[in-house]
């Protein structure tokens, strides 16, 4: 059987497409960004080494500090929206005898599928000064509310947090109501029994053996916030001037706008830290143990 | 005993808001997408078109490269699907059964690859198409969309060749299946649902891919959807309903895709939890 399993020609032909691909596609780029954001490089001519130059500019660039904090906003946003609002939609549609659960379920999980730029473009149009959905609401209820959302340099960044929240509540729905289903049903009686309310059931019991779903929801919202760079690239350009810029979009705009790749890719490393900061803090202090009763 | 919406009203008023909140803005996209300016700006702006302007779908046929982008898709979505499936089933095939010394090494390589993002790498990625000379050509998108990917289908394969008996190879062994015919005939069909799955998710993913297409792509006549949908920036600014149903064309596959797989769809997008958590 060793022999069999152990065949080198088939385990040769079976592993080494794959590995070189990805060794080639995406390891190598992983290195280069932080090899190459040590250079002054202009993506043409070799460059020159320059050390930790780039990142001393950066530190100083208040580009830079703008999108680190867009990054930190647009990330709390649709992480505090997004899990919020999906855990009590969850936990309504988990409850016995809710009507049209599967319309519920279907309309929050069809924006997920779509594409970001029809989403955003979408969001645009209801975004609209003039005409937009917004707006128009805002005017029948009789409210002088009119906004120009996506142009105000203090909103811009709300107004694209609240499209991606939108679009991928359904993602984290999903994922928590598969969580709350796999809570045996027992526990909630038994705490109802002893006289708990269905709020501190939920609180203590519930929540807590769906820690390691909330986990996973936190670190994908969080990352996936600080690398936020369709929802800018489409619906602002990083405007009003500069003040929805985050660390992606300056990387695009660095290397692919004013050509200087060495500068990009310090912030695409720094970005790289940031997340694995998040993601490793997020395991040590969250669903450290499994809880097992 | 009285209905239950009847006894909560604010839990099922809140479902029912978010629903409609979540659902309303595509119910208003598509009825826009069949009304005139007029009628979308002022006589007319929330509900059904009163008359159905299916002439909207023709201009957004004709006059914006629907028909290029949406085959571009295909092309590209299709061509990702096969190659990184075939390989990751491969890999993960290797990597779960058989028996050589740096399987556990070769497993952990391949994970660090879940957690990069695929933004990050955008630049180096750009400079080596073009080093390549891919640049500009369907290989271009192709080749990334294929190898980011793989990561993740892997992991998904890994657990499920993981679950299988050894027993089943034993067997195959002593009726003298070479290794070859052991793979394609036993272990393909077993682990046929987590293909299923893997083939909605990459589809999906690759659908909608926007950064790297952006970087890589500069040519009309190869970009996908997503990126030959970005009139906001061009200009056709005017016409809304023609916009409207362009997008809506766009979105028609991977709404039916997710209509009639509603459940293996939302399995696909949340199998991750299980796989890096």
Redesign the interface.
């Known amino acids: 059987?060793?022999k069999?399993?152990?065949?080198?020609t088939?385990?040769l032909?079976?592993?080494l497409?794959?590995?070189l691909?990805?060794s080639?596609?995406?390891?190598?780029?992983?290195l280069?960004?932080f090899f190459?954001s040590l250079f002054d490089w202009d993506?043409l001519t070799p460059g020159t080494f320059i050390g930790l130059g780039n990142y001393t500019r950066l530190f100083d660039d208040s580009l830079f500090h703008t999108s680190v904090y867009n990054g930190i906003v647009f990330a709390l946003v649709i992480t505090v929206a997004q899990i919020a609002?999906g855990t009590?939609?969850a936990f309504?549609?988990a409850?016995a005898?809710?009507?049209?659960r599967k319309?519920?379920?279907?309309?929050?999980?069809?924006?997920?599928?779509?594409?970001?730029?029809?989403v955003c473009?979408?969001?645009?149009?209801?975004y609209n000064p003039?005409?937009g959905?917004i707006n128009?609401v805002f005017e029948?209820l009789g409210i002088s509310y009119r906004q120009d959302w996506i142009s105000g340099s203090k909103t811009a960044i709300y107004a694209l947090a609240a499209v991606n929240a939108?679009q991928y509540?359904?993602?984290h729905f999903?994922?928590l109501l598969?969580a709350v289903k796999s809570v045996p049903e027992h526990y909630m009686e038994a705490a109802r029994i002893d006289g708990a309310s269905k709020f501190k059931a939920h609180l203590r019991i519930t929540i807590p053996l769906m820690a390691?779903?909330y986990?996973?929801?936190l670190?994908?919202a969080i990352?996936g916030g600080l690398?936020a760079?369709?929802n800018m690239?489409?619906m602002t350009g990083g405007g009003p001037g500069t003040s929805s810029y985050t660390l992606?979009y300056m990387?695009?705009r660095s290397?692919?706008r004013v050509g200087e790749?060495g500068y990009?890719?310090a912030s695409?490393a720094f970005?790289?830290i940031e997340?694995?900061i998040v993601?490793l803090l997020i395991n040590r202090f969250i669903a450290r143990q499994r809880i097992v009763y | 005993m009285r209905p239950l919406w009847y006894r909560q009203p604010f839990k099922h008023g809140f479902l029912w808001l978010y629903a409609l909140l979540s659902i309303y803005p595509l119910f208003w996209m598509i009825s826009y997408s069949l009304k005139s300016n007029d009628e979308i700006f002022v006589t007319n702006p929330f509900g059904l078109p009163l008359h159905f302007r299916v002439e909207n779908y023709k201009t957004a046929w004709e006059s914006f490269n629907v028909p290029v982008y949406f085959l571009n898709s295909v092309i590209v979505t299709c061509a990702t699907v096969v190659g990184s499936l075939s390989l990751a089933v491969l890999f993960s095939y290797a990597i779960a059964r058989m028996r050589f010394r740096f399987s556990g090494a070769a497993r952990i390589y391949m994970i660090v690859g879940m957690f990069v993002p695929v933004q990050v790498i955008m630049i180096p990625l750009a400079i080596l198409m073009r080093d390549f000379h891919l640049a500009n050509t369907y290989g271009s998108l192709i080749v990334p969309y294929i190898s980011f990917n793989l990561s993740f289908a892997t992991m998904v394969f890994y657990g499920f060749f993981r679950g299988i008996p050894i027993e089943l190879e034993e067997s195959s062994c002593i009726d003298g299946a070479s290794i070859y015919r052991t793979f394609f005939s036993i272990m393909l069909p077993i682990i046929r649902p987590a293909l299923a799955t893997m083939i909605i998710f990459v589809f999906l993913a690759a659908w909608n891919e926007f950064p790297m297409a952006l970087v890589l792509i500069s040519k009309e006549t190869l970009k996908t959807l997503p990126l030959g949908l970005l009139f906001f920036q061009g200009q056709f600014t005017t016409d809304w309903g023609a916009m409207g149903a362009a997008m809506t064309i766009a979105s028609i596959p991977t709404v039916i895709l997710y209509m009639i797989f509603s459940d293996q769809v939302e399995r696909a997008l949340t199998v991750g939890s299980a796989v890096k958590g």
């Open positions: 059987m060793n069999y399993l152990g065949n080198k088939a385990i032909l079976f592993i497409p794959a590995l691909l990805y080639v596609v995406v390891f190598y780029p992983m280069q960004v190459r993506g609002i009590v939609l309504a549609v409850e005898g809710v009507r049209g319309f519920v379920r279907i309309s929050v999980f069809i924006p997920v599928v779509l594409s970001i730029t029809v473009q979408l969001w645009m149009a209801m003039e005409y959905l128009r029948l939108w509540m359904g993602y999903a994922l598969a390691e779903t986990k996973f929801c670190i994908f990352t690398n760079f369709a690239y489409i992606t990387m695009y290397a692919f790749y990009g890719s695409a970005l790289v997340c694995l993601t």
